[in-house]
């Protein structure tokens, strides 16, 4: 149920995950200057940046592979955010017919 | 919920790798709470900018995607660190945690940079609420890199003043947890403050 | 390292009792941070509760003189902050400290050390506050310090005390929660699973999590206002395109789960009571554990309802309204869990009973007049009158403080080994009750007649005089009831009952050791077989169901040669150091620009005492 029961990542492997987030990080980088997708911009930007934010905690920070108590007590903080923020910018009026 | 799983197998004995863990991934989970309050606060203001200068007009996203990737690599050399402490090659931890270090300093040297030349074209936390919460939110985001260089630095050190106690490793791995946090926070301010220019 | 050698030291307890005041500023055990945490709560308690008494001194008589209205604003402002932050979190913290690693079969927290920083920020922060009296005025703007009233005047520092005061009273409680969560996640004895926790650990576990994700919302939310005041940003300047209801939104998202925060350790404690003084377990365990999780969950969803005179719109407001109807449920599961506990049981009206009792009762009508809140047309009378302030001190005071007094009367005994005088812990009670609802009960018609909050005078003739005079009276009540308790406080040093090691014949693991504890807790880590381990251990049941003493009773294990040695954390003076760092540096913040230098030093220290930390193991070799 550790992780050292599991086969140990390589350098070699933090090296294709670097370079798999340095390519969505210039994919993003570039959709920003390609005007025929502004419509679409937002909801590809946040996508391909929560694909960075998934990756760097599920194996960088290891959640993917350690106890579920890790995952649970990160998860609570990371829901409640843009449940309650959400809430309260939607009450000013934004984030509708955006 | 966080009905944990029974322990009790172990009770008595709390693994301290575990008992690290546990405060540092609850800490962060606040964080992003603490950073979620910033963030919307930008949200907010991201249009209120009086007569000063706007975020299309200012922001700089070629420079600032370098940043970005320097960050990025950053968490890469913090994995190899670990990944060289959990081998006890501790020479090795040592050149991953500065490189991180150093990298961390450059980051911070492009934030200088950047905000000083915002403020010589008209935007300081004083200019408009899109100011304010700019900068405070960049700010805050920035004082954790350096408060994270301070520890990666003071780990190196430990290393080298000879504190190769069975508790290095876990040190390492905390830090870790810390860095690569500080860095996913910047992933969504530089998407949601520079690239959605919202 | 402080290792105890279980043969040779329990039988000589004395052995690692250190005394002198250095061993209390360096202590990191959490029975002693308990205590500190205790005493320092009851004298804040004083505190507060004079500042009341001058505000009801004032409002007595109509066109009252006793106070100016400057005097005034700062009287309500810091009564509140005083009571929330420096009496009612740190009493649970109190408890918490004291109680939480040793019901859950534990020898102390998971980062002592850091259990003891909570405990002197907090003090450091009282003191903090306590300065601002004597140095031009204390804060003045109320305890939610509303924008842009909060972010004006930055040529009078009162209200920087207060936004600095309250964060780092703040971070002491995130610390702490950290450290609890930790704490029962990875540190219970064997067979204490998550269920069996004792109703007390849970609603500590609970508070933790509320704790840990509403104060980095008001974190943020005060870095604002400082920085309004003392950097001339923008977020709260409506001229320049800030929204001052922002501030609301942040400060209340923390502020409703922190009442629940306040209320939740008093039910725990009130779970643990009823049990025993009914001689029945908990009715409906289960539910009242899920039911505090289910609190604990949509306290954060309700925040909104105390700003329905703030224009959100219809939409907004009628969401809340449900959400905040929808909060009573379980907070009623918990009502009649506690009343089937009692009910049919063999009981004692002891003072710690008689507390809980009355804290069900003073409760549920803080919480009717509650339900009476979140209907929105209704509030939109009753807020801003003294209407709300009834209906929080019935929750507050009714609930929290008398739930807290029966937490002090049950363990008293466990943590002096004397027994409070059974008599006057009745008068207490009975004069408390009494008094306290003279003086709020007659707030619900001031408020439903109009008479507004937070003005320090009334003039003739508005119908207000006679039942203000009845809560002048009410308030003189209460403080006689507490001096009542402070006598009898007082009189167990010399002339107490000694109490043994289970004089309640508990049902819980704190009363398997003597009174008061050894430093470790616990001689044998315990084995645990069920909830209330400890009952079932005295007691069988005979095929009535009727509790049936085995034959021999308990001894709980005493350490023979094999079992481990105890390894003890070490005193440490640096958390006391690094908290001390951190007073000047918001010292120095309060005056900037010239207060850099101070607050330079403070920062100075903060590495200093963090830094000497880290190098310092958790237990040193040759004690």
């Not at chain 2, 370098?66 to 990944?83: C, D, I, K, P, R």
């Not at chain 2, 890199?145 to 990666?152: E, K, P, Q, T, Y």
């Not at chain 3, 040779?8 to 690692?16: I, L, N, R």
Request: glycine share 10%; hydrophobic share 50%.
């Amino acid at each position: 149920m550790t992780a050292i029961d599991r086969p140990h990542p390589k350098p070699r492997d933090y090296v294709r995950i670097a370079l798999i987030l340095f390519v969505i990080t210039a994919a993003e980088v570039s959709v920003t200057y390609v005007d025929a997708l502004d419509s679409s911009r937002a909801v590809l930007l946040l996508t391909m940046s929560a694909a960075k934010f998934a990756i760097v905690v599920g194996w960088y920070m290891h959640l993917r592979f350690d106890s579920r108590i890790y995952r649970n007590l990160f998860m609570l903080g990371l829901i409640a955010a843009p449940i309650l923020f959400g809430a309260v910018l939607l009450s000013f009026g934004l984030l509708i017919g955006n | 919920m966080v009905v944990a799983t029974d322990q009790t197998e172990h009770a008595g004995h709390p693994d301290p790798t575990n008992v690290g863990k546990v405060a540092m991934w609850a800490f962060l989970g606040s964080e992003c709470l603490f950073f979620g309050t910033l963030i919307s606060t930008f949200l907010l203001y991201h249009n209120t900018t009086l007569d000063g200068p706007t975020a299309q007009e200012i922001f700089d996203v070629p420079f600032t995607s370098v940043s970005s990737f320097v960050l990025l690599m950053s968490s890469l050399t913090m994995v190899l660190a670990h990944y060289a402490a959990g081998r006890r090659d501790w020479r090795r931890m040592r050149v991953w945690l500065l490189a991180t270090a150093g990298l961390g300093l450059v980051f911070l040297s492009g934030q200088a940079y950047e905000f000083t030349n915002f403020v010589h074209e008209g935007l300081t936390v004083t200019t408009s609420p899109f100011g304010s919460a700019f900068f405070v939110l960049t700010g805050f985001h920035g004082g954790h890199v350096a408060i994270g260089v301070l520890m990666l630095l003071a780990t190196t050190f430990m290393s080298f003043s000879g504190r190769l106690h069975e508790g290095q490793g876990m040190n390492v791995e905390l830090v870790g947890l810390y860095w690569h946090f500080v860095d996913i926070v910047w992933i969504v301010i530089f998407t949601v403050v520079y690239l959605l220019q919202v | 390292m402080a290792t105890l050698t279980p043969t040779v030291d329990a039988a000589t307890p004395a052995h690692h009792a250190p005394s002198g005041v250095w061993s209390w500023l360096t202590t990191t055990d959490h029975k002693r941070i308990g205590l500190l945490y205790g005493v320092s709560a009851l004298l804040f308690f004083l505190v507060g509760g004079v500042e009341a008494l001058l505000i009801r001194l004032q409002l007595a008589a109509p066109d009252g003189t006793v106070l100016s209205a400057d005097a005034y604003n700062q009287m309500f402002t810091m009564h509140a902050t005083t009571m929330v932050f420096l009496v009612i979190m740190p009493a649970a913290a109190a408890f918490t400290n004291y109680f939480l690693p040793i019901l859950i079969g534990a020898r102390d927290v998971a980062f002592p050390r850091l259990n003891a920083l909570s405990y002197w920020i907090y003090i450091f922060g009282g003191l903090f506050l306590t300065i601002s009296f004597f140095v031009g005025g204390a804060p003045d703007g109320g305890w939610f310090g509303y924008a842009p009233l909060s972010t004006q005047v930055p040529e009078l520092v009162r209200m920087d005390y207060w936004a600095l005061g309250v964060q780092i009273l703040g971070l002491a409680s995130l610390l702490s929660a950290v450290n609890f969560i930790t704490t029962v996640f990875t540190m219970r004895a064997p067979g204490m699973t998550m269920m069996r926790m004792p109703v007390f650990a849970w609603m500590a576990l609970v508070v933790a999590f509320l704790l840990l994700f509403s104060l980095p919302i008001i974190a943020v939310g005060l870095f604002e206002v400082f920085f309004d005041r003392n950097l001339g940003t923008l977020f709260f300047d409506a001229a320049a395109g800030g929204r001052p209801i922002l501030w609301q939104h942040l400060f209340w998202l923390f502020g409703h789960p922190e009442v629940y925060i306040l209320i939740l350790p008093a039910m725990g404690i009130v779970s643990e009571v009823l049990p025993v003084f009914s001689r029945k377990p908990l009715f409906g365990r289960s539910f009242v554990i899920f039911s505090g999780i289910a609190i604990g969950f949509m306290g954060f969803g309700v925040w909104a309802h105390h700003m329905f005179v703030a224009g959100l719109g219809p939409v907004a407001e009628a969401t809340f309204a449900l959400t905040t109807m929808f909060i009573a449920v379980p907070t009623g599961v918990k009502i009649f869990n506690w009343i089937g506990t009692v009910w049919g049981g063999s009981v004692r009206l002891k003072t710690p009973m008689l507390f809980s009792l009355g804290f069900i009762a003073m409760f549920v009508i803080g919480g009717l007049s509650g339900v009476t809140h979140s209907i929105v047309p209704s509030d939109t009378q009753q807020h801003d009158t003294y209407y709300i302030v009834a209906h929080f001190h019935y929750v507050l005071f009714g609930g929290a403080v008398f739930g807290l007094f029966g937490g002090i009367y049950y363990w008293w005994p466990k943590i002096t080994g004397k027994l409070l005088h059974e008599g006057l812990g009745k008068l207490h009670f009975w004069l408390m009750i009494i008094g306290f609802n003279l003086t709020f009960a007659p707030m619900h018609i001031l408020g439903l007649r109009g008479m507004p909050r937070r003005t320090y005078r009334y003039p003739d003739g508005l119908g207000f005089e006679f039942w203000n005079f009845i809560a002048t009276v009410g308030s003189f009540t209460i403080a006689v009831s507490i001096l009542v308790f402070l006598v009898n406080a007082w009189r167990t040093r010399k002339r107490g009952e000694v109490a043994g090691n289970d004089p309640w014949d508990g049902r819980t693991l704190e009363w398997t050791t003597t009174s008061p504890p050894p430093e470790h807790n616990f001689d044998v880590v315990p084995v645990v077989h069920s909830e209330d381990d400890f009952w079932h251990r005295k007691y069988s049941e005979d095929e009535h169901g009727n509790a049936v003493p085995v034959p021999g009773g308990y001894e709980p294990p005493k350490a023979g040669q094999d079992d481990p040695p105890i390894h003890l954390p070490s005193p440490s003076y640096y958390p006391i150091l690094s908290a001390f760092g951190m007073f000047l540096t918001v010292l120095g913040l309060v005056y900037v620009p010239w207060g850099l230098f101070l607050a330079g030093a403070g920062v100075v220290t903060i590495v200093w005492g963090l830094f000497g930390w880290s190098m310092e193991p958790v237990t040193r070799e040759g004690h």
